[in-house]
């Protein structure tokens, strides 16, 4: 099994940053990719950024690019999200998952799900 931790969500005001942290523990893989996805109330679980461990490729939601960076401590088994000129629609849940192989952006694909971490922007 693998678990997946969650920290560094929060109130912020429009314009403001946060970083995103999400650490994994138990059973290693030799190829996996990291991602994180967010639901606000009333909708779907949305793709925000995934980063594959070994090659190194990223994708990003059209609406967080060149706001949002994903990056990664291998050694510290980590992925980071950090978010930069939130906006009040950034509002949601934020959930870090992990699948083995490729980068994906479909959420039923991963396999493991952090329990979610709060991301508020007030305007």
């Known amino acids: 099994q693998v678990q997946l931790e969650e920290s560094g969500g929060g109130l912020v005001q429009a314009g403001g940053s946060l970083r995103l942290s999400c650490t994994a523990s138990g059973r290693t893989f030799s190829s996996y990719t990291m991602g994180w996805f967010r639901q606000a109330p009333g909708k779907e679980r949305e793709f925000v950024a995934a980063r594959n461990r070994n090659i190194g490729t990223t994708s990003y939601a059209d609406s967080v690019k060149g706001r949002f960076t994903i990056s990664r401590d291998n050694a510290k088994n980590t992925v980071y999200l950090q978010m930069n000129g939130l906006k009040p629609e950034d509002t949601a849940t934020y959930y870090c998952?992990?699948?083995?192989?490729?980068?994906?952006?479909?959420?039923?694909?991963?396999?493991?799900w952090g329990q979610g971490i709060q991301v508020t922007v007030s305007s």
């Open positions: 998952a992990l699948k083995t192989g490729v980068l994906v952006i479909r959420a039923a694909a991963y396999d493991y």
